[in-house]
Nanobody
Framework: QVQLVESGGGLVQAGGSLRLSCAAS????????MGWFRQAPGKEREFRAA????????SYTDSVKGRFTISRDDAKNTVYLQMNSLEPEDTAVYFC?????????????????WGQGTQVTVSS
């Protein structure tokens, strides 16, 4: 079992930045791909970014390319999402998730462990 706890969410003005963190416990994340997803009220959970177990490559949904950066520190068992140039459309609950080694890590269904989420609100 992998337990994931997100932090770093909050309220920010459009154009601002936030850095989300996801601390894992229970197992080392070095053998997991790690992903970030978001869910807005009344909408499905959507993929934002992911990083493979080796740390390379990374994958981003088109709307965040050039604005968001995913990274991992396996020594700290933590994954990060740096979010810059935030837009009101980025407002959602952001979830961290883990997909096992060898899985189809760019697909949502590969992710088997999920955190509880952290709220990100971007004001206009």
């Amino acid at each position: 079992q992998v337990q994931l706890v997100e932090s770093g969410g909050g309220l920010v003005q459009a154009g601002g930045s936030l850095r989300l963190s996801c601390a894992a416990s229970g197992r080392t994340i070095s053998s997991y791909a790690m992903g970030w997803f978001r869910q807005a009220p009344g909408k499905e959970r959507e993929f934002r970014a992911a990083i493979r177990w080796s740390g390379y490559p990374t994958s981003y949904t088109d709307s965040v390319k050039g604005r968001f950066t995913i990274s991992r520190d396996d020594a700290k068992n933590t994954v990060y999402l740096q979010m810059n140039s935030l837009e009101p459309e980025d407002t959602a609950v952001y979830f961290c998730a883990a997909a096992p080694y060898g899985s189809a890590w760019t697909l949502r269904n590969a992710y088997v462990y999920w955190g509880q989420g952290t709220q990100v609100t971007v004001s206009s």
